[in-house]
């Protein structure tokens, strides 16, 4: 199994809803990730977990809020996001934090 | 803020020919080196890595590195339409930190 799964694919969502993206992966991978990409722009690094613990924040807004139950699953809690924040959510995973990215096929997310 | 440059492009190649992109980076600390193709609408895909100077050949795709002059390059040699994505070239930054250029557009026409 080399997937990374995201679900839902599709999210449209009010400023005033609480939502959870989600990403599984079963490679035995120790690093995931979440990245955000807007049309037409590379992704851009949100969060980082190795081991389970976050070890990289990259001054993400706190209306995202990552979370890490076990080594194989990896959460996104959204809460009060803006129209901005309509993008492609992308989760991804590694052996380890220096070893090569693997996506999930991404979260079309639309804040309305 | 660590720079990753590409030619956005399009970059438009007749069916069968070469087509030949290039990445230069800012950090000549940089360890590692990812290739990856996006079709629209769709999550980026790896197709190559490379970590040392040369040559690095898997199948119709060949990665060409060279730290000194800090540049990264991918050949697509037989170039299908299939090959028609946006390629985005990455680089590994302090061993935990992945920064993407903005990538390049390649147009493979029949």
């Known amino acids: 199994d080399t997937e990374v799964t995201q679900t839902p694919k599709h999210l449209v969502m009010g400023m005033t809803n609480k939502k959870s993206l989600k990403c599984e992966q079963h490679m035995g991978h120790r690093a995931m990730y979440w990245y955000k990409q807007k049309a037409k722009k590379p992704p851009e690094l949100m969060f980082v977990y190795s081991y389970e613990k976050l070890s990289i924040n990259e001054s993400v807004p706190s209306r995202f809020s990552p979370e890490c139950p076990n080594s194989s699953l990896l959460n996104l809690h959204l809460h009060a996001l803006q129209p901005e924040d309509s993008a492609l959510y992308l989760c991804?995973?590694?052996?380890?934090?220096?070893?090569?990215?693997?996506f999930g096929s991404g979260t079309q997310l639309s804040v309305l | 803020q660590k720079e990753v440059e590409q030619n956005s492009g399009p970059l438009s190649v007749p069916e069968g020919a070469i087509a030949s992109l290039n990445c230069t980076y800012s950090d000549r600390g940089s360890q590692s080196f990812f290739w990856y193709r996006q079709y629209s609408g769709k999550s980026p895909e790896l197709i190559m890595s490379i970590y040392s100077n040369g040559d690095k050949e898997d199948g119709r795709f060949t990665a060409q590195l060279n730290k000194a002059s800090q540049y990264v390059s991918l050949l697509i040699r037989d170039s299908q339409p299939s090959d028609s994505a946006t390629y985005l070239c990455?680089?590994?930054?302090?061993?935990?930190?992945?920064?993407f250029g903005s990538g390049t557009k390649l147009n493979v026409k029949p």
């Open positions: 991804a995973s590694s052996q380890s934090t220096n070893e090569k990215l693997f």
């Open positions: 990455a680089v590994l930054y302090n061993f935990n930190k992945f920064y």
